[in-house]
């Protein structure tokens, strides 16, 4: 078995940043959803525009990715 079969055969289901189980999946959404709060408290801020915008795209990702996880 050649390195790229390893690779092939050793990848999740799920995305390859998230983690396996609901509970640190949840703790990880909520603090996504901080610090997508904390980029919208400071809107008029070019930077906090660019946290909002990043943390919000973060969340949403793994708010999919929480989903698809077993109870």
Excluded: E, Q
């Excluded at 055969?9 to 799920?14: D, G, M, N, Q």
């Excluded at 959404?29 to 997508?36: D, F, K």
């Amino acid at each position: 078995m050649g390195r790229r079969d390893w690779l092939l055969t050793a990848t999740p289901s799920l995305a390859r940043f998230y983690v396996k189980n609901r509970r640190d999946g949840s703790r990880l959404l909520s603090s996504a959803l901080v610090i997508t709060a904390a980029g919208l408290i400071r809107i008029d801020h070019p930077a906090g525009r660019v946290v909002a915008m990043v943390a919000g795209l973060i969340s949403l990702y793994w708010w999919s990715c929480y989903r698809k996880l077993a109870s």
